[in-house]
């Protein structure tokens, strides 16, 4: 029965009531570059709203979750593992940690980052950083779920991905190996995706048009779903993940929704 495999979950064909009759509260907080930030200004724009939603008149996108779940995005532009440190955006970021946690929900915290610290300093940089997040978050009583970047949207001329990014992507994943922590292999995915998809559709999910990094309203309605049907597919029948079935076969298929 197809609902009792991996593509069945993300698919999003598991019954809502056994989905959620397993689930507890739970909440969750997410850290990152502007990747997964909520895009409000050109040269910004993530996948976090199209996870949590927006009620921003200007782009009122729906969330993938069931309602009042409380979905808290920290990420922040340009940020690295260092500088969301460094500016003060961790402190907000583990204030909502250490909220969620005292009102009893199970928090979940997302941590990708890759784009900026790729500019400025080696994978093992950043893979030090993670490392000093994961325990901070555990410490909370809080659950850290690593996450891969997004790819950026350049290809070659035979229609595969300019992958600059491979090697933090690499580090996310020895991390979360190291540290035994979930993680959400969107670097994998969204690049499948976007090759299947092919250039044209694939930058019609641009911030702008020669932004090949960032998401518009569509794009982050794909890979904000995307990301729910990884946690689906990591926690099975555990979240507060409601089903989008017809993006999530698009999503699985290569074939595009916008």
């Known amino acids: 029965m197809l609902c009792s495999t991996v593509i069945g979950v993300l698919l999003g064909c598991l019954a809502p009531a056994a989905a959620l009759s397993r689930s507890v509260p739970t909440s969750f ?129 035979n229609g595969t991905i300019q992958d600059a990014l491979a090697p933090w992507a690499d580090e996310t994943i020895l991390i979360s190996q190291q540290q035994q922590t979930h993680l959400l292999d969107l670097h994998a995915h969204s690049i499948t995706y976007v090759e299947a998809i092919g250039p044209d559709a694939a930058h019609r999910l641009n911030r702008s048009p020669d932004d090949n990094t960032h998401l518009n309203e569509n794009g982050t309605i794909v890979f904000g779903r995307m990301v729910a049907d990884l946690f689906r597919a990591s926690f099975p029948g555990e979240l507060p993940i409601i089903s989008n079935p017809g993006l999530s076969f698009n999503i699985s298929h290569g074939i595009p929704s916008y």
């Open 29 to 157: 907080v997410l850290v990152g570059d502007s990747t997964t930030a909520n895009g409000t200004i050109l040269n910004s724009g993530g996948w976090g709203n199209g996870f949590c939603g927006s009620t921003n008149i200007t782009a009122l996108t729906p969330s993938s979750l069931v309602k009042d779940t409380p979905c808290i995005n920290t990420a922040k532009n340009g940020a690295t593992t260092g500088s969301f440190v460094a500016d003060g955006s961790w402190d907000i970021a583990v204030a909502a940690i250490q909220a969620e946690v005292a009102r009893g929900r199970r928090t979940l915290v997302t941590l990708q980052f890759g784009h900026n610290d790729m500019k400025i300093a080696p994978p093992e940089s950043m893979g030090a950083n993670l490392t000093i997040m994961i325990d901070q978050i555990r410490s909370l009583g809080a659950e850290p779920v690593l996450v891969t970047s997004l790819t950026r949207r350049n290809f070659f001329d």
